[in-house]
Every structure is written in C-alpha cells, then in structure tokens.
C-alpha cells in the first residue's frame, strides 16, 4: 500500500479551490487548538483557565 498522507498547506489548498469551506474552516480550527494545546506545556501560566 503506498502512502497516502499529503502536507497540510496542500490539504487546505485543494479545501480552498473546490470550496470546501466547512471542511477548510475545521482544519484551521484543529490546527490553531493543537498549537494552544502544545504551546500550554511550554508556557502553562500563559494558558487560559490555568492558576499557579
């Protein structure tokens, strides 16, 4: 079976040009929460909700 994996930036194009606006817009939703999720262990006083 060959791969079938493809770079993100091309995903989001090819959502953009066959205008696959719902599916675009959850992509950079996943891909914004990922970054808060990993950014929150690197700086947890930073992140939302979180006390020290």
């Known amino acids: ?4 994996t493809m770079d993100l930036d ?3 194009q090819m959502c953009f040009e066959n205008n696959w606006e ?3 817009l959850k992509v950079m ?6 970054g808060e999720y990993v950014l929150s ?3 947890p006083a930073t ?3 979180k006390k020290e």
């Open 41 to 43: 262990f690197f700086y």
């Open 22 to 24: 719902g599916t675009l």
């Open 47 to 49: 992140t939302k909700g």
């Open 10 to 12: 091309a995903f989001k």
């Open 1 to 4: 079976m060959e791969d079938q």
């Open 29 to 34: 939703a996943m891909e914004k929460a990922i």
